[in-house]
């Protein structure tokens, strides 16, 4: 018993260290602005997602909004070197905490908007069941106050921008942020290069839905460029493969489950940082 517990207590030690070890290697960034055009910039390092930031002839839309205070401080500082003109409007792609928590730290009166699932979804419960930090009052000015169901056009002066919802994927309300002059689209968490899709289940997310929701994101737009919530951005021709090897992945779990292969031995034929997509593929399939 003793022996045990001596174990224990020495291999939270080792848990301990090697997370610290991780949290130094992971030192933040300051957030910077990366040219896309001269009115359109991607939102750089800091804490959180990739974002954006467009200047419009008499205010400036930023979508998403890190997650801690301090980003959203040095977002606001550098949008301030490049136009004094005002932040009216802030949009969250979708509900995730590293594209929404910095909203309380934008200045009030900033109007936020996004999908209307995405608004429910600030209030759903965490992936370990516990509450939605979004239910405090205190917080309510910092919650999405115009959604939109299919299309929003917002102006600011004559330059229009879109907002597009196509459909599940990531989860059930990520919207699409399209610069038809820049023939750019903001898709955030939609499809990364290098690193696995996310299919937030808990959150309503679906694989099978989400190849469906590119596909017509693709027919729609004449999009040339992607910017993506954590990777480069992508062209057309990468999220076509994205898709395209999204829909291998579900034909694969398919038929090792018509062969009666169980969760773990599935996961086994997939690379490692795979497993939690191809539970989500799985589960879908099985109709859990
Ligand atoms: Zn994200």
Redesign the pocket.
């Known amino acids: 018993m003793k022996k045990s517990f001596l174990l224990m207590f020495i291999s939270f030690k080792l848990v301990l260290f090697a997370s610290l070890a991780f949290a130094q290697q992971q030192k933040t960034l300051p957030v910077r602005l990366q040219m896309i055009s001269e009115r359109l910039y991607e939102v750089l390092d800091g804490r959180g ?1 990739r974002g954006g930031m467009y200047i419009g002839d008499n205010g400036v839309l930023v979508i998403d909004a890190k997650m801690d205070k301090d980003s959203v401080d040095q977002t606001v500082e550098q949008i301030r070197k490049m136009t004094d003109k005002p932040i009216k409007f802030l949009v969250n792609t979708h509900s ?1 905490g ?2 929404v928590n910095g909203n309380q730290y934008f200045p009030q009166g900033i109007t936020i908007v996004a999908h209307e699932n995405c608004r429910k979804e600030f209030f759903h419960p965490g992936r370990d069941g516990s509450a939605s930090q979004w239910t405090k009052p205190e917080l309510m000015p910092f919650v999405p106050s115009i959604t939109f169901r299919d299309k929003m056009d917002i102006f600011l002066g004559s330059k229009k921008i879109e907002l597009w919802y196509f459909g599940v994927g990531h989860t059930t309300g990520d919207a699409v942020v399209y610069f038809p002059e820049e023939k750019v689209a903001f898709i ?2 939609q499809a990364f290069i290098g690193r696995p899709q996310l299919i937030h289940s808990y959150k309503g997310g679906n694989s099978f839905e989400h190849v469906k929701t590119l596909a017509k994101m693709l027919n729609t737009l004449d999009a040339e460029k992607f910017c993506s ?2 990777s480069e951005i992508m062209d057309r021709k990468a999220v076509g493969q994205h898709i395209q090897q999204m829909k291998e992945r579900q034909a694969k779990v398919k038929s090792l489950i018509e062969k009666n292969k169980t969760l773990e031995q599935i996961k086994s034929e997939f690379p490692k940082n795979e497993a939690g997509l191809i539970e989500s593929i799985y589960n879908e399939v099985k109709g859990l």
């Open positions: 997602a995730d590293d594209h955030a968490d919530g954590h």
